[in-house]
């Protein structure tokens, strides 16, 4: 009797296990709920690469690995001494242009006109005695009273004094038209240039100076003080935190059911029961292969497109790479959808 007991006990306890596998398999078959839209893939950001504009030694690494910068914020410096210099030489040069062109816009000064009319008029009075002289010898010399090289002597001085004269007067024009237009104008040209080549050599003096071009948060510090760079030689790998989205991938099937803007939740293993919104920003136009991080056996031909679902992430716990979960309600009306970027509080950037 207890044998038999045993027995019915038994087979209960597996036709109790036949049907829970029985209808664990159905639960295991049974269609995807056609209301939900699920998608598996990873956070992703963008990151840019914050480098000086100009060569030279880094004298200052300012901020570490894994911190937050703003844009805006100083993150790092060259050592300055030939770039303060250089500027120092440039604005030398540019105030002595500035004096050379201030001169020349004041004309001749009173005391320069006087000096040339006072030249002028000396010289004009040896002039007017040479001629006399000359005007006497040349009337002595035919009657013997004067020789033949006393009158040469004389019109050779008269000469002379004429030149001397002449070249006296056009000093004293000159002096009182002033410079000319043409010259005043190449100073001008000259002060120009100097000026452009200051500000050349101050933009070059703050370019000692990096900040940071976005905000985000650091992820690589690549170079370190006392080493040698230049513009194509990244200081740091800085992560963009917004836009931050999941990289996702649809299969075609799936295609028609989606569009931009629509709303969606995110989650991950890191965070369990944390549901993060967020909604549709792009849709790849072309289709590709089911990559390899996602692939399983039954989807490896399949062609996919590839999604992003921006998200909204404002405490930072959503980290590049991370996987995450996004589930799409397939129900929502298109109308409500197109506002689904806006579940931040403000649309971000869905640009590719």
């Known amino acids: 009797m207890a044998g038999k007991r045993k027995r019915l006990v038994l087979v209960a306890a597996v036709i109790l296990v036949a049907g829970l596998g029985v209808a664990g398999y159905q639960r295991w078959r049974a269609p995807p709920d056609a209301n939900h839209l699920t998608l598996y893939g990873n956070v992703d950001i963008r990151e840019l690469?914050?480098?000086?504009?100009?060569?030279?030694?880094?004298?200052?690494?300012?901020?570490?690995?894994?911190?937050?910068?703003?844009?805006?914020?100083?993150?790092?410096?060259?050592?300055?001494?030939?770039?303060?210099?250089?500027?120092?030489?440039?604005?030398?040069?540019?105030?002595?242009?500035?004096?050379?062109?201030?001169?020349?816009?004041?004309?001749?000064?009173?005391?320069?006109?006087?000096?040339?009319?006072?030249?002028?008029?000396?010289?004009?009075v040896i002039y007017q005695n040479d001629a006399a002289n000359f005007k006497r010898y040349a009337a002595l010399a035919p009657h013997g009273a004067a020789t033949i090289q006393q009158r040469d002597d004389a019109q050779a001085a008269y000469l002379n004094a004429r030149q001397n004269y002449e070249a006296a007067r056009q000093a004293y024009i000159l002096a009182v038209k002033g410079p000319r237009a043409e010259d005043i104008a190449a100073a001008q040209a000259a002060y120009d240039a100097a000026r452009a080549n200051a500000a050349l050599a101050a933009e070059e003096e703050r370019d000692t100076q990096l900040y940071a071009p976005a905000d985000g948060v650091v992820e690589e510090r690549v170079q370190e003080p006392g080493d040698m760079t230049s513009p194509s030689a990244p200081v740091y790998v800085i992560a963009l935190t917004n836009p931050l989205w999941v990289r996702a991938y649809v299969p075609e099937g799936d295609l028609g059911r989606i569009w931009l803007g629509m709303a969606a939740k995110i989650s991950t293993d890191s965070y369990p029961g944390k549901l993060y919104r967020g909604w549709v920003g792009y849709i790849s136009p072309t289709a590709e292969f089911t990559p390899k991080t996602v692939e399983t056996p039954d989807l490896r031909a399949q062609l996919v497109y590839q999604l992003r679902v921006?998200?909204?992430?404002?405490?930072?716990?959503?980290?590049?790479?991370?996987?995450?979960?996004?589930?799409?309600?397939?129900?929502?009306?298109?109308?409500?959808?197109?506002?689904?970027?806006?579940?931040?509080?403000?649309?971000?950037?869905?640009?590719?």
């Open 49 to 124: 690469y914050a480098a000086f504009y100009d060569s030279g030694r880094i004298s200052q690494m300012l901020v570490q690995e894994g911190d937050a910068v703003h844009k805006g914020q100083l993150i790092a410096t060259l050592e300055p001494g030939r770039f303060a210099d250089a500027l120092a030489a440039a604005n030398a040069q540019a105030t002595i242009q500035r004096q050379d062109l201030a001169a020349l816009m004041a004309g001749s000064r009173p005391e320069q006109i006087a000096q040339a009319k006072a030249q002028m008029a000396a010289l004009a």
């Open 310 to 352: 921006y998200a909204c992430d404002a405490q930072g716990q959503l980290q590049l790479g991370m996987p995450a979960t996004v589930t799409i309600d397939l129900t929502q009306p298109q109308m409500a959808a197109a506002r689904g970027a806006d579940v931040c509080g403000g649309r971000h950037d869905a640009g590719n």
